[in-house]
């Protein structure tokens, strides 16, 4: 099993258009102040060289999950800085 941790939500995007069965956790890192993406599973480097060859993949599929974490991006700033959704 492999983690690795990505800041550009578009990696973990990729990830999900490309099928991988990955667990992908947002979090906040205290020390950088940026939320980042923890990815867990199995040959995430082959994965990552998928991209880079520039697999083919379902566009819809890549902006649902862009849109997604994004949008995670987003909640985790809010909750950092204590403010809340009304």
């Known amino acids: 099993m492999q983690i690795k941790k990505f800041q550009d939500p ?3 995007a990729a990830f999900d258009a490309l099928k991988k069965d990955y667990i ?3 979090r906040n890192n205290p020390e950088t102040q940026l939320v980042e993406f923890e990815v867990q599973g ?3 480097d082959e ?3 998928a991209i ?3 697999k083919p993949v379902g566009v819809l599929d890549f902006i649902r999950a862009l849109k997604s974490y ?3 991006i987003f909640a985790l700033k809010r909750q950092r800085n ?3 959704a009304s």
Request: aromatic share 10%.
């Open 10 to 12: 578009s990696f973990p």
């Open 24 to 26: 992908i956790t947002p």
């Open 42 to 44: 199995q040959n995430i």
């Open 47 to 49: 994965a990552i060289q």
């Open 52 to 54: 880079y060859e520039n």
């Open 70 to 72: 994004r949008s995670a």
């Open 82 to 84: 204590g403010v809340t």
